[in-house]
């Protein structure tokens, strides 16, 4: 077996189901991220403004890169969630970063023991300023579809990416993918804040995920009924897309889902604390928007639901709260679900809050009201 071919295989033994291998040169999309910078589609997402000129230069992460091992791991599950509120797949286990890292760590000790020479790697896994579609496509791991995601015929979308750089020539021995998305434009479709807006661009501003993982301020109003019941993250569009339909379900541990996660429900998070949420919450990925966030979008999520039940928990919220975001949000979802309880909450609520924003959702809130 050539180098490559035993660096592959190695790979597949540490648990990645694809696998393959990339020239560490300038990638394709770099003057497309460029340009939806300039647009402003990412948003508050500042970070990838301030490293857009090296995103596409794998030697940027490691000087006198030639080659890049790229790898994909499946994530689907299917753990039904209980409580009102939908977690994303790929956060419903451990944080993927640090078990990923740790597999790459593996495999650039066993390239280093196989190589006869010293190497120099460096893993990438969505912390570090790369372009991993481009990568995952050059080195044979899938096509990037119209929902951005990349897609493989038989593991579908469901995949984690992951880039180990090396300064080593191996063998590129895989062919680019077709594009199979065809005229399908279901992801398009379902999309319930029309984020996607059109093959390939994603407005983040309007994505589900962006506004419950990224944004910290108010969700648009315009916006809110859109987040359906999406506590954290979205997978609509990988969801609707055929390509999932037959996609297997994952293998590894360290993704199926973790009950204190799946059962993590939105009336359960507006009654936890700062320590409550920490404890409950380590080695997730949950952990990114923080309790200010993740309460927030709970109450947008219970005034989705349609469900006056749950106007009494918010009502006990909307007075015990102390974060005003989350005050705003409660009172949103007040106005939202209606009724005479949810009425006298609201207006017991404007006599005694104290903070203008606040008192701004709660008179919005009387309206629909």
């Given at each position: 077996?050539?180098?490559?071919?035993?660096?592959?295989?190695?790979?597949?033994?540490?648990?990645?189901e694809r696998a393959?291998?990339?020239?560490?040169?300038?990638?394709?999309?770099?003057?497309?991220?460029?340009?939806?910078?300039?647009?402003?589609?990412?948003?508050?997402?500042?970070?990838?403004?301030?490293?857009?000129?090296?995103?596409?230069?794998?030697?940027?992460?490691?000087?006198?890169?030639?080659?890049?091992?790229?790898?994909?791991?499946?994530?689907?599950?299917?753990?039904?969630?209980?409580?009102?509120?939908?977690?994303?797949?790929?956060?419903?286990?451990?944080?993927?970063?640090?078990?990923?890292?740790?597999?790459?760590?593996?495999?650039?000790?066993?390239?280093?023991?196989?190589?006869?020479?010293?190497?120099?790697?460096?893993?990438?896994?969505?912390?570090?300023?790369?372009?991993?579609?481009?990568?995952?496509?050059?080195?044979?791991?899938?096509?990037?579809?119209k929902n951005t995601?990349?897609?493989?015929?038989?593991?579908?979308?469901?995949?984690?990416?992951?880039?180990?750089?090396?300064?080593?020539?191996?063998?590129?021995?895989?062919?680019?993918?077709?594009?199979?998305?065809?005229?399908?434009?279901?992801?398009?479709?379902?999309?319930?804040?029309?984020?996607?807006?059109?093959?390939?661009?994603?407005?983040?501003?309007?994505?589900?995920?962006?506004?419950?993982?990224?944004?910290?301020?108010?969700?648009?109003?315009?916006?809110?009924?859109?987040?359906?019941?999406?506590?954290?993250?979205?997978?609509?569009?990988?969801?609707?897309?055929?390509?999932?339909?037959?996609?297997?379900?994952?293998?590894?541990?360290?993704?199926?889902?973790?009950?204190?996660?799946?059962?993590?429900?939105?009336?359960?998070?507006?009654?936890?604390?700062?320590?409550?949420?920490?404890?409950?919450?380590?080695?997730?990925?949950?952990?990114?928007?923080?309790?200010?966030?993740?309460?927030?979008?709970?109450?947008?999520?219970?005034?989705?639901?349609?469900?006056?039940?749950?106007?009494?928990?918010?009502?006990?919220?909307?007075?015990?709260?102390?974060?005003?975001?989350?005050?705003?949000?409660?009172?949103?979802?007040?106005?939202?679900?209606?009724?005479?309880?949810?009425?006298?909450?609201?207006?017991?609520?404007?006599?005694?809050e104290p903070d203008?924003?606040?008192?701004?959702?709660?008179?919005?809130?009387?309206?629909?009201?």
């Open positions: 077996m050539s180098l490559t071919d035993r660096i592959l295989t190695r790979a597949h033994e540490l648990g990645f393959g291998i990339a020239p560490a040169e300038p990638l394709p999309h770099g003057d497309d991220l460029r340009r939806w910078l300039d647009l402003g589609h990412h948003g508050e997402m500042d970070w990838m403004a301030r490293t857009a000129d090296i995103r596409d230069r794998p030697d940027a992460i490691l000087a006198g890169a030639r080659s890049i091992v790229a790898v994909a791991v499946n994530y689907r599950v299917e753990e039904p969630l209980p409580g009102p509120g939908e977690i994303a797949r790929y956060a419903r286990g451990y944080d993927y970063h640090k078990v990923i890292e740790h597999q790459l760590a593996a495999l650039g000790a066993f390239i280093q023991a196989e190589a006869g020479t010293s190497v120099r790697s460096r893993a990438a896994v969505d912390r570090l300023p790369l372009l991993e579609r481009d990568v995952a496509y050059l080195a044979g791991i899938g096509w990037i579809g995601m990349v897609i493989h015929r038989d593991q579908g979308s469901y995949l984690f990416l992951g880039e180990l750089v090396v300064d080593l020539d191996l063998e590129v021995n895989t062919a680019t993918p077709i594009d199979h998305c065809g005229s399908c434009t279901a992801c398009i479709d379902a999309c319930p804040t029309g984020a996607i807006i059109g093959a390939q661009r994603l407005d983040a501003r309007r994505c589900i995920s962006y506004l419950t993982i990224e944004w910290r301020g108010p969700i648009p109003r315009e916006l809110r009924t859109g987040i359906g019941a999406h506590l954290f993250g979205c997978d609509i569009c990988q969801v609707v897309c055929p390509w999932n339909r037959k996609a297997p379900l994952t293998r590894a541990f360290a993704y199926l889902g973790r009950p204190e996660i799946v059962s993590l429900g939105a009336d359960t998070l507006l009654t936890l604390d700062e320590e409550d949420l920490r404890t409950r919450l380590q080695l997730s990925p949950v952990q990114r928007p923080q309790r200010t966030s993740l309460l927030r979008n709970a109450a947008v999520v219970l005034g989705n639901t349609g469900d006056r039940r749950w106007v009494t928990l918010l009502s006990e919220r909307l007075v015990r709260e102390p974060e005003p975001l989350v005050r705003g949000h409660i009172a949103w979802a007040l106005g939202a679900l209606g009724g005479s309880a949810a009425t006298r909450a609201l207006t017991d609520g404007w006599v005694t203008v924003y606040v008192q701004e959702e709660i008179r919005q809130a009387l309206a629909s009201c």
